[in-house]
């Protein structure tokens, strides 16, 4: 078995709520939703393999693996009745780990800004960028091998609201950390995640689903929320009208209340 990856626990007295972040991006960009969970919540944050302070993943590894890395640390620490938060790819990685590992430690999942099928094709409008197509994934798999730095800089832009400003010095925090991902793990992830279609089996997923989506964002600019919200059994949709890609930290006093409201509503008997 693989060295776990990098994982942090918060102990806190209240339900377990563990947070998945996205292509390129590292557990530090939950900070401020982790310290307003606070004591009353048992906040997990994990880094995915390659990236963060996570070991380097092997030839081979793939998105499927990522889930098994998420199961690996689960099991790790026995958590149960979890919340499982993820963040665009991190969603993908959450679907993965539901699909093959079920629900007996997993109770609610929270899906950050991601659609179910990132490319173009006749009939479905909820690309990434709303229009990613095989060429444009092509060149953007060439970036991420010729000159990762700049692909990274940019996705961390592209994460805020189209139009906002947001602090250089978060900018500057979260650029960091990404540019440290490995390019083994981000060409793996970034492939895996080309190649799968959540579209006919999303509606497999029964727990309890809470959609986060930004009104402005530049990554997913339609309104595929709207389409998760139909083909999930048992979800709800809150539009953050003010944030783009990330409203956990661009409206993170928000996210939080209807974090917190979403896991007690929800919460077992």
């Known amino acids: 078995m693989l060295e776990a990856i990098h994982h942090v626990r918060h102990p806190g007295t209240g339900p377990t709520v563990l947070f998945v972040p996205g292509l390129g991006m590292t557990s530090g960009s939950f900070a401020p939703v982790v310290a307003d969970l606070g004591p009353d919540h048992d906040v997990v944050t994990v880094d995915l393999r ?12 793939t998105l499927q693996d990522a889930a098994a890395d998420l199961a690996q640390v689960i099991e790790l620490l026995d958590l149960r009745d979890v919340t499982l938060v993820g963040w665009s790819l991190g969603a993908t990685v959450t679907y993965n780990y539901l699909d093959r590992y079920g629900t007996d430690r997993v109770s609610r999942l929270v899906s950050v800004e991601m659609s179910p099928h990132l490319l173009r094709e006749e009939g ?8 990613l197509d095989a060429a444009g994934a092509l060149q953007a798999t060439q970036q991420q091998w010729t000159d990762p730095d700049t692909y990274l800089t940019a996705l961390v832009e592209n994460c805020f609201a189209a139009g906002s400003e947001p602090e250089p010095a978060l900018l500057r925090q979260l650029s960091t950390g990404a540019t440290k ?13 080309l190649t799968q279609d959540w579209r006919e089996r999303i509606g497999s997923l029964t727990l309890p689903t809470l959609l986060v989506h930004g009104a402005r ?8 929320g709207k389409w998760l919200l139909g083909a999930l059994p048992d979800a709800r949709l809150e539009i953050f ?14 996210f939080v209340r209807v974090l917190r409201d979403f896991v007690g509503e929800t919460a077992r008997p």
């Open 241 to 254: 009208p003010h944030s783009g890609h990330a409203p956990f930290l661009e409206e993170t006093d928000r």
């Open 50 to 61: 390659g990236h963060g302070a996570s070991p380097q993943p092997p030839l081979g590894w």
């Open 181 to 193: 991902t490995s390019r083994l793990a981000l060409l793996a992830l970034w492939s895996g995640v």
């Open 217 to 224: 964002s530049r990554i997913f600019p339609t309104e595929v």
């Open 124 to 131: 479905w409008e909820h690309a990434a960028f709303g229009g």
